[in-house]
């Protein structure tokens, strides 16, 4: 196999894996979600509530999308106790080039899910 062939297979597998872990990030917002509907650890009609943050322990620092609500309450703008809850939770949450690719992303999930009421 020749070096541009094994060059292509490594940047295909590291997309690959790019793309799966922002589909089971989203999965997993939905899931938060859920979950606050279900135990009633919702803020107002809202059950969902995202933000983009950057930490290198999420993600190797690209823009990621994690839940700003939880147990009810609203978590500081800030977004360092979302991060701290995001890490402790072991779970894979979705990263963007972007920020502005992360909140478009926050939108549609939020404008989606509250279609399903």
Request: without cysteine; positive net charge; proline residues 3%.
């Amino acid at each position: 196999m020749s070096l541009q062939d094994q060059l292509r297979k490594r940047i295909d597998r590291k997309t690959m894996s790019r793309v799966l872990n922002t589909q089971l990030g989203i999965e997993n917002l939905k899931r938060h979600s859920f979950q606050n509907n279900v135990t009633g650890n919702k803020l107002g009609d809202s059950s969902v509530l995202s933000g983009s943050v950057q930490d290198s322990r999420l993600n190797g620092g690209r823009p990621t999308l994690v839940p700003f609500l939880y147990k009810g309450r609203r978590l500081p703008d800030d977004g360092r106790e979302a991060v701290e809850l995001a890490l402790a939770s072991k779970q894979v949450w979705p990263s963007f080039d972007t920020n502005d690719e992360a909140t478009l992303v926050s939108q549609r999930i939020s404008l989606n899910l509250g279609k399903k009421k």
